[in-house]
C-alpha cells in the first residue's frame, strides 16, 4: 500500500507524532488517562493534518491493532461530526484519495473500520464531490481478492440505500453482474456472499417502488437475473452446515426470498412452491437437534452466536427467518392455500420452538424483569421463542378456524407422544403447549363461541393443567396459572376455580418463585377482564380480600416493569371490591403518591400509578382521602421552581412532572361531584391558572394540561369559581386573563390550540355574565394569523358552537366585527370554515360543524342574503408538516366557488362518509378468513330526518358533559 502524500509530509507534520501517543493513552486503562488524552485529542481536531496523521495510523500495518482501530474510530467521529464544515479541502482529498486501499487490508476488523469510514463520507460526498468512488469499488471487485471484495461489499451495503432512482438506471447494468458472479463463487466465502444478498435486497425494495412512474424498472432491472439468484439461494438453504457462518448466509437467503414474496408474490409463484419444502425439511429435521444442543443443554451460550461483526450466526437466527417467510406467505392470499395444507405440522413444529432454553431461564431467574419483556407478545428482543410466538399469533389471525384446529390437534400430538410432566425436561413440552394456547385465546374463544371447533376445555385442563400444577416447575405453574384465569369462563367446575384462586393467592405471597407471582398477577388481570358483568365478578369478591392487600403489599417492593403489571392488576381489582381499599384509603392513596414522586423519572410507571388513583377517584368513599393525602403533594409539586421540580426522561430531553400532576387533577375534579370541595376551589384553581399564566410561552403540553384544568373547575364548580376572589380579582376575570395571553400575537399559534375549548366553556357555563364581545374578537384575530389547520379547527369551533345555539344572533355579531386586516368577520369565518371542513378531525367537533352547516344553507339561499356571494376555494386540501397546501394547481391560481355551493359539496360528502360507515357497521367486519364469503346485506337510504338524527342534532351538546 502506498500513502505518498502522508508519508512524504510526516517531516513536515508534527500531528502523527502527537496523535500515536495520545491514542496508546486513550487505550489505557485508567480512566482518568483516558479522558486526558481524549481531551488533547480534541484540540488536536482543529490542525490541518488531523484527518490524514489518523489515518496514517489507521492504514499502518506494523501499528498494533487496538490503536488502528482507535485510529478509525477517531476518524469516523471527526467525519460524522466535522467532515462537512471542515475548511481544509486539500486534507478530504488526501483521505479520500489514500482511504480506499485499505480496503484490501489483510485485518478483517481494520477493513471494517475503513468501510465504516467511507461509508460515513459517501453519506456527505457521494456522488457530487466523489464521482470516480463506484468505479475505483467495482475495480476492486472485479480484482478478485477476497479481502478487497469483503471491502467493497461493506461500503456498498451502506452506500446502496443511498442511491437515487435516476442513479439506478446507470449503476444496476454494471453492478449486478459482478454482484451476482460474487454470489456463486463460493471461495469468496459466506459471509460476503450474504452481504451481496443484502444489497440486493435494498436494490429490490428501491426498484420495487420505482414501478410506480416506471412500470419498465422491474422488468428490465431485476426479473432477468432473479430466477438464477433464487434457485441458487434455494440451493444454499438445502446444503448441510459445515461452519457456523453457513448459517449467515442462509439466514440471508431466507430473508432474501421473504422480500420477494411480499414486492413479488405473483412472480415467485413457482419459486415458492421450490423453496417451501426444503425450508421445511430444514425446520422439522432440526427441531430434535434444537431441543438436545440449545433448549435442553445447560452448557449452551448465546454469545457464541456472533462473528467478528457483531452479527447473529447459529441456527435460532435462521429459524427465526423461517417463521417471517412463512408469515409473509400467509399475508398473501396466493399462498394461504399452500400454508393451510400443512397448518396442523407446521403448529406442531412452531410449539416445539416455543420450549424455554435453559440459558434464557437462567437470563431470567437473575432478572425477572427481563422475562416479563421477553413473554410480552410486542416484545422487541427477538428470539425463537419470541418468533414462535410472533408467527402463531399470525397464523390465529389470518387462517383463524383452520389454525384452531390445528392447535388443537398438535397440542393432542405433543402432550401423547410427551412422557410424564415431572420427568427431566418433559414440563418445557407442556409449558409451549399452555404459552400456545394462553396467546390463541381470543380465536379459540371466537371459534368455539360460533360452534366452527369442537373443543373441550376440561379435557385440556385434565391432561395438562393439573399435572403441570403438581410440579415445583416455576415457568410452568406461572403459565398455568395465568392461562386458567384467562380461560376462566371455561374452567370444568367449582374445584377448578377454588383451585384457581388458591395458586394464585399463595404465589402472590412474600417469597414466591418470581415466574409465578408473574403468572398470578397476569392472572389477577386476566379474571378481572374476562368476567365482564357485576353477576360473573361475584366469584372474586371474597377472594379480592386477599389479592388486594397482596398486590398493595408487593407493590412496595417491586420496580420497573414489576411494578407497573403489579399495579395494572391492582387497578382492575379496586373496582371489584371497593369497599376494602375504601377501609385504608389514606394508607393506600399515600403510598401511591409517594410512588408517584420516588418514581418520577420513569413516564410508564408514573402513568401506571395516575391509572389506579383515577379508579381511585371513582370510588366515592376514597375521594376525601384522595383530597387530603394526594392533592397537597400534587400541589407542593405544582408550586416548586421547574429547576428543581421532578423530572421525567423522554427521548428528546428533560420535562418536569407538572403537566401530569394537572392531569391528574382535572381527573380528581371532574370525577368530584358539585358543589366541589374547598381544596379544588381555593387553592387547585388559583396554583393552576397562576401556574399556566406563566407557561404560556414555555410549553404546549403544560398549557394543554393547565387549561384542560381550569375547564374542570369550570364544568365542575362554575358558581363557585365565579364567586372566587384573589388579589382583588375574581376567578372569572383570572380565567379571562388567561384567555387573553393564550390569544396574544406574540404567543405561538400552537398556544391557541387549547384556548379554543376554554372560550367556549367560559361561553356555556358564564353566558351574559361575559364580556363576550371582546373575548370573540380576539379569537377571530388569532385565527386569522393561524396556519395550522388543527388550530384554525380549534378556533372555528368556538363560532360553530355559538352558530348552533344561536345563529341570527351569532351572524349578526360576526357581522359587526372585522379582522385586523379589515375583512368582515361573518364571511372570514365562513370562508376559513369552508376551505378546512374536510380536514376536520374529531367526532364531536366534525359533527358540530355539519349540524351548522345544514342551518346556514336554507339562508344563505334567501335571495337578500348577500354571503350568497362569498367565493371560496375548491381546491383539494392536504397536509405537509401541520401546514394546508394545495394537492393540485400548486403553480395555479386556486379555483373558486360560492360558498353555497362548497357547502352543499361539504354536505353531500359528509351524507357519503356516514353512509359508508353505517354500511359498514351493518355489514360489520370483513374477514378473510378460510377464504369464505360474506353474504352482503342490503342498505336503505337515510331520510335527511335520520341524517339528522344519526348526526345528534343537539344544540346545547357540548364535550366537558363528556369528560
Not at 512524504?8 to 488517562?33: C, D, F, G, H, Y
Amino acid at each position: 500500500l502506498q500513502h505518498y502524500f502522508i508519508q512524504s509530509n510526516l517531516s513536515r507534520s508534527m500531528s502523527v507524532e502527537l496523535v500515536a501517543p495520545l491514542i496508546t493513552q486513550a487505550l489505557s486503562a485508567v480512566k482518568a488517562e483516558q479522558d486526558a488524552a481524549q481531551e488533547q485529542l480534541n484540540t488536536l481536531k482543529a490542525q490541518p493534518d488531523y484527518a490524514t496523521s489518523l489515518l496514517f495510523i489507521l492504514l499502518q500495518q506494523d501499528a498494533p491493532l487496538a490503536a488502528r482501530q482507535m485510529a478509525g474510530v477517531l476518524l469516523k467521529q471527526f467525519v460524522e461530526a466535522s467532515w462537512q464544515e471542515c475548511p481544509h479541502t486539500a486534507t478530504k482529498e488526501t483521505v479520500k484519495a489514500n482511504i480506499l486501499p485499505g480496503l484490501g487490508d489483510n485485518i478483517s476488523k481494520v477493513r471494517s473500520s475503513v468501510a465504516a469510514v467511507i461509508s460515513e463520507i459517501t453519506c456527505i460526498d457521494f456522488p457530487d464531490h466523489w464521482p470516480g468512488l463506484f468505479d475505483v469499488l467495482l475495480g476492486m471487485m472485479g480484482s478478485g481478492d477476497a479481502h478487497k471484495v469483503h471491502g467493497v461489499m461493506k461500503v456498498l451495503a451502506e452506500l446502496a440505500s443511498d442511491i437515487t432512482d435516476d442513479q439506478v438506471y446507470t449503476v444496476a447494468p454494471v453492478l449486478f453482474p459482478q454482484l451476482v458472479q460474487l454470489f456463486h463463487t463460493e471461495s469468496f466465502g459466506p459471509g460476503t456472499r450474504a452481504r451481496v444478498l443484502s444489497i440486493f435486497g435494498v436494490f429490490t425494495t428501491l426498484i420495487s417502488h420505482m414501478d410506480t412512474v416506471d412500470n419498465t424498472a422491474n422488468q428490465s432491472l431485476l426479473f432477468p437475473i432473479l430466477p438464477g439468484l433464487v434457485d441458487c439461494t434455494v440451493g444454499i438453504i438445502g446444503r448441510p452446515v459445515t461452519v457456523k457462518e453457513d448459517y449467515k448466509l442462509q439466514t440471508e437467503c431466507v430473508n432474501f426470498l421473504s422480500k420477494l414474496v411480499q414486492t413479488f408474490p405473483k412472480q415467485m409463484g413457482d419459486k415458492v412452491a421450490t423453496a417451501l419444502p426444503v425450508l421445511w425439511k430444514l425446520l422439522t429435521t432440526n427441531a430434535e437437534n434444537h431441543l438436545a444442543s440449545v433448549v435442553n443443554n445447560p452448557d449452551y451460550d448465546d454469545g457464541d452466536d456472533v462473528d467478528s461483526d457483531g452479527a447473529e450466526l447459529g441456527f435460532g437466527n435462521l429459524v427465526q427467518a423461517i417463521f417471517e417467510f412463512i408469515q409473509s406467505l400467509t399475508e398473501k392470499k396466493k399462498y394461504k392455500a399452500m400454508i393451510r395444507n400443512v397448518l396442523p405440522d407446521v403448529v406442531f413444529y412452531l410449539i416445539t420452538y416455543l420450549s424455554i432454553p435453559e440459558y434464557q431461564m437462567e437470563l431470567w431467574d437473575d432478572d425477572p424483569e427481563k422475562y416479563v419483556e421477553d413473554d410480552d407478545e410486542d416484545s422487541m428482543n427477538y428470539t425463537v421463542r419470541t418468533a414462535a410466538m410472533e408467527l402463531l399469533i399470525d397464523l390465529s389471525t389470518e387462517l383463524k378456524t383452520s389454525y384452531v384446529e390445528a392447535l388443537m390437534s398438535a397440542i393432542s400430538r405433543h402432550i401423547s407422544s410427551c412422557g410424564p410432566v415431572a420427568e427431566g425436561f418433559n414440563w418445557k413440552e407442556y409449558e409451549a403447549c399452555a404459552t400456545a394456547m394462553n396467546i390463541s385465546g381470543d380465536a379459540v374463544e371466537e371459534c368455539v363461541a360460533a360452534n366452527k371447533v369442537a373443543f373441550s376445555f376440561e379435557g385440556f385442563y385434565n391432561s395438562v393443567v393439573v399435572p403441570g400444577l403438581a410440579t415445583d416447575k416455576p415457568y410452568l405453574l406461572g403459565r398455568l396459572i395465568w392461562l386458567t384465569a384467562s380461560y376462566v369462563k371455561r374452567l370444568p367446575g367449582e374445584v377448578a376455580m377454588n383451585t384457581l384462586l388458591e395458586c394464585i393467592a399463595k404465589a402472590l405471597q412474600p417469597g414466591a418463585a418470581a415466574p409465578v407471582m408473574i403468572g398470578a398477577m397476569k392472572g389477577v388481570y386476566a379474571m378481572c377482564a374476562e368476567l365482564e358483568t357485576p353477576e360473573e365478578k361475584q366469584v372474586l369478591r371474597q377472594p379480592m380480600e386477599l389479592f388486594i392487600p397482596s398486590l398493595l403489599n408487593l407493590a412496595g417492593s417491586l420496580e420497573g416493569d414489576l411494578l407497573m403489571l403489579c399495579l395494572d392488576s391492582l387497578r382492575v381489582c379496586l373496582p371489584v371490591r371497593p369497599d376494602i381499599v375504601a377501609l385504608e384509603a389514606d394508607k393506600v392513596n399515600k403510598f401511591l403518591v409517594e410512588l408517584f414522586v420516588k418514581h418520577a423519572s420513569d413516564t410508564f410507571i408514573v402513568s401506571q400509578v395516575n391509572e389506579v388513583l383515577m379508579t381511585l377517584a371513582e370510588i366515592a368513599e376514597c375521594r376525601g382521602s384522595i383530597q387530603n393525602t394526594v392533592v397537597p403533594v400534587l400541589l407542593q409539586i405544582l408550586r416548586t421552581p421547574a429547576a428543581t421540580s421532578p423530572k421525567k426522561q423522554s427521548e428528546e430531553d428533560e420535562e418536569d412532572m407538572r403537566s401530569e400532576v394537572m392531569d391528574l387533577l382535572t381527573v380528581f375534579i371532574r370525577k368530584t361531584p358539585s358543589p366541589l370541595p374547598d381544596i379544588y376551589v381555593n387553592e387547585v384553581f388559583p396554583a393552576v391558572l397562576q401556574f399556566t399564566l406563566g407557561a404560556v410561552k414555555e410549553s404546549t403540553a403544560l398549557l394543554q394540561s393547565g387549561g384542560e384544568c381550569v375547564r374542570a373547575c369550570l364544568a365542575q364548580g362554575y358558581p363557585q369559581v365565579a364567586a372566587l376572589q384573589l388579589h382583588g380579582m375574581s376567578g372569572m376575570d383570572l380565567t379571562l386573563q388567561l384567555v387573553a395571553r393564550m390569544l396574544a400575537p406574540e404567543v405561538s399559534e400552537y398556544g391557541a390550540l387549547y384556548a379554543g375549548r376554554l372560550v367556549s366553556s367560559l361561553i356555556k357555563f358564564a353566558g351574559s355574565a361575559l364580556n363576550v364581545n371582546d373575548i370573540l374578537q380576539a379569537v377571530l384575530n388569532k385565527l386569522s394569523k393561524c396556519e395550522s389547520p388543527t388550530i384554525q379547527q380549534s378556533m372555528l369551533v368556538v363560532f360553530i358552537k355559538l352558530f348552533n345555539h344561536d345563529l341570527e344572533g351569532s351572524m349578526g355579531f360576526l357581522q359587526s366585527i372585522t379582522t385586523p386586516s379589515g375583512d368582515n368577520g361573518l364571511a372570514f369565518v365562513l370562508k376559513a370554515w369552508c376551505e378546512i371542513q374536510e380536514l376536520f378531525t374529531g367526532e364531536y367537533e366534525t359533527k358540530a360543524a355539519v349540524v351548522a352547516l345544514t342551518k346556514f344553507l336554507p339562508l344563505l339561499l334567501a335571495p337578500e342574503c348577500h354571503l350568497a356571494g362569498i367565493l371560496v376555494s375548491d381546491d383539494d386540501m392536504a397536509l405537509e408538516g401541520g401546514r394546508i397546501t394545495r394537492s393540485k394547481k400548486q403553480q395555479q391560481e386556486p379555483t373558486m366557488i360560492p360558498i353555497t355551493v362548497k357547502i352543499f359539496k361539504i354536505l353531500v360528502q359528509e351524507f357519503s362518509n356516514i353512509m359508508e360507515e353505517k354500511e359498514a357497521e351493518m355489514q360489520g367486519d370483513l374477514s378473510e378468513e378460510e377464504g369464505e364469503e360474506e353474504e352482503e346485506e342490503e342498505t336503505q337510504l337515510m331520510s335527511i330526518a335520520q341524517l339528522a338524527h344519526y348526526l345528534g342534532d343537539d344544540d346545547d351538546e357540548d364535550d366537558d358533559t363528556k369528560d
